[in-house]
């Protein structure tokens, strides 16, 4: 159970890996670990939804991804098309908002005319806002939106919080806490920019086996962190200000 003296994360980010190894490891073909992700995913928007977690973002294809064998990635993109036409209606009873970010014009116009159906089915709702990242890369996001900030302002006067603003996410708070499963130790180029403070959660079970109980450790073990954003614990604050004032009395 989550302890719920510390709080939810507001907004968790998941890299969903680990469909491949999934099914291979149960002699099936890697697309089976992809339609088996789908469940794993419907189920963690549930929880998030429950338990009050306000973003949700996942990494369902990458830039990168366009490597693979050709008939992954049709799959792939054919499978995000069904999910989307086929979840909505269910996300839009419970008030879910459905995002989808990426290089969109990279897709073709049907997959495009999909996505743009269901952002706008489900724009007005307040609930959970739900984030897939498509055709997505962190340095794709950072380029972009500094090439709308020199654009728009110059490069002499350009600041931080400008970049931050023109991020294809800028809409969602930065991410809490990023879970990655699959058991690979990296960031593969997710929201470079803003994970900057971000609690990494890394976890050994392949996405499809990442079930409810396997997300409220994870949120459990974030809500253990101490998060001081380069500052000090409020701990450790208190008796730091303690000693200068004590050091300033004696002088
Ligand atoms: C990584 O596993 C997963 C992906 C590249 C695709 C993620 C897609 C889903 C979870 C399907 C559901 C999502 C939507 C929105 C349709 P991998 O293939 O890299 O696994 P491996 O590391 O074992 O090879």
Redesign the pocket.
Known sequence: MVNSSQSTPQHIAI??????????QRGHS?TV??????D??RETIRTCDAIGVAYLT?????AE?WQ?PPS?VIF?LR??R???LREVQEMHRNNIKLKVVGDLAAFDQDLCRVIDQVEKMTEKNTGLVLT?C?NYSGRWDVTQAAEKAFAEIGASKLQEKDITKRLAMAYAPEPDLLIRT?G?LRISNFMLWSLAYTELYFSEL???DFDEPALQEAIAAFQLRDRRFGGLSKQASKQASKQASKQASKQ
């Open positions: 890299i969903m890996d680990g469909n491949g190894r999934w099914a291979q890697r670990g992809h339609v088996k992700g789908v794993a995913l996942v990494f369902a294809f990458s991804n693979r992954e792939l499978l995000f069904t999910v989307l897939i498509a699959g690979e392949n996405w499809p």
